[in-house]
């Protein structure tokens, strides 16, 4: 009699859908109030908004809506004994806090924009009680923003969700053992062994299931785990799996939306350890966690506590993950500074990588301000979105204009929101373009952007997938592990010189042309204040105002992130950072006069009449410039000044020369 192998196919899917169905019971509605306001308040003002009472089906705001939910309830008697979760969904994003106002898991709706292929972007799940009593109160606070992950505005901003509910905690691992086996299975070639034994033994597990209970699904998870239970050989390649969630500061948000997307994500991160020991979560941007110390005290020694353990990997040397084109040099240079020196007083941590995975092209004057830094390792995924050309590596050497050469890696699977699944790791393997020559490459796993990063299923697949025959293996450590292996066989990987261009976004460049004219004028009119500072203090003793230009100059680079000073962000960003430039450029100018005007009372032999020139650039001027009324030829030292008198400074320079057919001075000559 024949193997059926076509009709095994259909009946796995439908397996894997059914399973995934019965894993959550919906017992009882949760009761929901909410105080709605338009901007975000804090947890102690959480009362502060328009109360309002809803049911699942209500809408309860706008676009960019905010609100503290109250979600309330019992746990039924007759639930004593089961595994108890709370299913909630609210067409946005929620951060659940706990009494002491300390964030505990963000959750995301559903519905969104997201690419399904990387994963499920939805946490909707809220772990309550591993073994019910019964009769356990329920009472929960959570701060809303109506928005998805992508800053769209979704299903009328309705409650989706909010039950109590059972969780079949067999059944649920048995979804992640269909799930890993049926897509590692599609990735391997029909005439493999390995491809036959695992259809035929979920479909064996299938023929089991007729009530899709937990007993059924236990005996149905002792079937697939003999397939996953095998081991793979000496592998030739080997995974570094690090859990991400790229945030972009701005973009199809406004900033104060970043802030709680940080809280939402950071402490999705946090409780997720709590359940899987092998996870290693990793974050980048200083400013992020400063907003975090600013605005969740409590939140942030959490994460300083992980950091020290080992689980958390603070990333990237630069204050935010900046615009490398269109930012001055000194400003990257700050860039490196700030976020170097945040990391090292915070957690005692010497950053040694800058992680840049999203940024639109690289200055190939990157590679010399990094070594200067002590940054030996660089990060992207940009490159992999190239339109025509095809980058040629994965791992190689990065040389610069003075031959400063940095190690480089991108993660061959081409994105920062990997999701973790048996095709993930296939696609890496597969595009790993210096196989070979380097047997060790990057994943970073996750759903960033407000989608909380990584999620129970990218963990649950990775502990099914650690040394799985017909997979590449894969180990969970933070990057800097990864890049100090693969350093050592640094002299095999090529090199490649000067910039790295990016083959989209390029019509950036040329818009928000407001934003861009503010960050140039500020990075010029703070040299010009540093200098004022620093004449003044080696002159008149002064005190340095270093807090205070450390303040502008971190609020600059801010502005410098890469979705808000190329111009790819919405228009919203754009009205609030010119206010906030103008106003910095403002308070710069005033604070330079001031030393300038200290500067000028304390110039000897000058009387009434004169006047002090600054020449701030590193050379010699020679200029002319106009003086109470009078034009007046000045020539100033580097980085210095002079008196100008009233009389014509070198009235010989000013001399006119007239011939018969010629008229002639210093600027012009006319025949």
Same mark, same amino acid.
């Given at each position: ?36 306001? %338009?901007?975000? #308040?804090? &947890?102690? *003002?959480?009362?502060? !908004?328009? $109360?309002?009472?809803?049911?699942? @089906? +209500? ?63 939805? %946490?909707?799940? #809220?772990? &309550?009680? *591993?073994?019910?009593? !019964?009769? $356990?109160?329920?009472?929960?606070? @959570? +701060? ?70 937990? *007993? ?456």
């Amino acid at each position: 009699m024949p193997y059926f192998y076509k009709e095994y196919k259909g009946c796995i899917q439908k397996f894997k859908d059914k399973v995934d169905q019965s894993i959550y019971k919906n017992i009882e509605e949760l009761k929901i109030s909410a105080w709605i306001t %338009k901007e975000p #308040v804090a &947890f102690e *003002e959480k009362l502060a !908004g328009k $109360e309002i009472s809803i049911g699942i @089906g +209500d809408s309860w705001g706008e676009l960019w809506d905010c609100a503290w939910f109250n979600f309330k309830g019992v746990v039924p008697k007759e639930a004593a004994g089961k595994k108890i979760v709370l299913l909630i969904d609210i067409s946005g994003e929620l951060c659940l806090f706990d009494e002491k106002g300390c964030p505990m898991q963000g959750l995301t709706n559903v519905s969104s924009e997201f690419d399904l292929s990387l994963g499920k972007p939805g %946490k909707r799940v #809220v772990g &309550f009680c *591993e073994n019910a009593k !019964g009769e $356990e109160s329920i009472d929960i606070w @959570g +701060d809303a923003g109506c928005n998805d992950l992508f800053g769209y505005y979704r299903d009328s901003g309705s409650i989706k969700e909010a039950y109590i509910a059972e969780c079949l905690e067999e059944m649920r691992k048995l979804y992640y053992d269909i799930e890993v086996l049926s897509e590692l299975m599609q990735n391997l070639p029909e005439d493999c062994a390995r491809y036959h034994s695992i259809m035929i033994s979920l479909f064996e597990a299938a023929k089991l299931m007729l009530k899709f209970d937990e *007993e059924e699904a236990k005996k149905a998870r002792e079937i697939l785990a003999l397939e996953l239970n095998k081991k793979g050989g000496d592998p030739s390649l080997q995974i570094s799996a690090i859990g991400h969630a790229h945030i972009d500061l701005a973009w199809l948000w406004p900033i104060r939306e970043t802030i709680r997307k940080g809280a939402r994500t950071f402490s999705t991160a946090l409780k997720n350890m709590e359940k899987y020991p092998d996870y290693i979560f990793g974050a980048s941007q200083p400013q992020l966690y400063q907003w975090m110390k600013d605005r969740y005290p409590l939140l942030y020694e959490k994460i300083k506590q992980r950091v020290k353990e080992g689980r958390w990997e603070v990333q990237g040397a630069m204050w935010v993950e900046p615009d490398t084109n269109v930012s001055g040099g000194e400003a990257l240079v700050r860039q490196v500074l700030y976020g170097k020196k945040f990391f090292k007083e915070e957690f005692g941590i010497d950053v040694n990588t800058l992680w840049l995975p999203d940024v639109f092209g690289y200055s190939a004057a990157l590679p010399q301000i990094l070594k200067k830094s002590d940054v030996d390792y660089f990060m992207t995924i940009k490159l992999s979105w190239n339109t025509i050309n095809k980058f040629p590596h994965h791992t190689f050497k990065w040389e610069g204009l003075d031959g400063s050469k940095v190690l480089a890696h991108m993660p061959p699977e081409g994105t920062y929101n990997s999701s973790a699944a048996p095709r993930a790791i296939v696609s890496a393997e597969k595009e790993f373009l210096d196989k070979g020559v380097s047997e060790e490459c990057l994943m970073l796993f996750g759903i960033g952007d407000g989608g909380g990063g990584p999620g129970e299923e990218h963990l649950e697949r990775l502990m099914r997938e650690k040394n799985l025959s017909g997979l590449a293996p894969v180990v969970q450590e933070p990057s800097r592990a990864f890049f100090d292996r693969i350093n050592k066989n640094k002299d095999s990987y090529k090199t490649w010189k000067g910039e790295l261009y990016l083959e989209k976004h390029q019509g950036t460049y040329t818009s928000q042309g407001r934003n861009k004219r503010y960050n140039r004028k500020l990075e010029i009119a703070l040299r010009e204040l540093e200098l004022a500072a620093s004449m003044s203090q080696v002159m008149l003793k002064s005190k340095y105002p270093q807090k205070e230009i450390e303040e502008v100059w971190k609020e600059v680079l801010l502005y410098q992130f890469h979705d808000i000073l190329p111009g790819s962000s919405i228009k919203r960003v754009y009205d609030e950072s010119l206010v906030r430039y103008e106003y910095l450029l403002n308070k710069v100018k005033k604070m330079t006069l001031e030393f300038q005007k200290n500067l000028i009372g304390s110039k000897d032999n000058k009387s009434v009449d004169s006047s002090v020139v600054f020449n701030s650039l590193n050379w010699e001027r020679n200029q002319w410039i106009k003086v109470n009324g009078e034009w007046k030829y000045v020539e100033v030292p580097s980085m210095g000044s002079v008196i100008v008198q009233g009389e014509v400074i070198n009235e010989e320079i000013c001399a006119l020369t007239a011939e018969f057919s010629t008229l002639e001075n210093d600027k012009l000559r006319v025949k």
